[in-house]
């Protein structure tokens, strides 16, 4: 297994994220908060599917650590907190990133791009990054 191949897998989660935080509301009322507002059957379908295939890839190599994050992500997303989901995201390429520097796994530029990438569209999937809020919040 290769890091593109990983990376192949987390762009198709970081996708499935994007259609499913597109599908909420703007605002979600507190009485739906506990449960969540889960994503539909299909998609779950989908996403486990790829950290299945990505489980089954990394059985025996570094990458096998990840798999705690990528299980953490699916049960989020299973369960409809979309925000749980980003985070094990996050934290899966913090990660990978440690792996890169720790030499435990080669990382070549355009991974690295890919990457950057993954995490700046994980990061516009969370609260608080509308570009109609830029400057909230710096005082005058």
Known sequence: MQTADLLDVIGGLTSRLK??????????????????????????????????????????????????????????FEAGRLLGAVQSLLALLDQLERM?????????????????????ALHKILPGNKPELDGAGRGM
């Open 100 to 120: 890169k520097l720790d030499q435990e796994i080669d990382v070549g530029r355009l991974d690295e791009k890919h990457v950057a990438d993954y995490r700046a």
């Open 19 to 76: 259609l499913y935080a597109a599908k909420l509301p703007p605002i979600v009322h507190l009485s739906a908060v506990p449960a969540g507002i889960k994503p539909q059957l299909e998609a779950i379908e989908d996403y486990e599917e790829l950290v299945s295939r990505i489980r089954a890839q990394s059985a025996g190599t570094p990458y096998r650590s990840l798999n705690a994050s990528l299980i953490e992500s699916l049960e989020a």
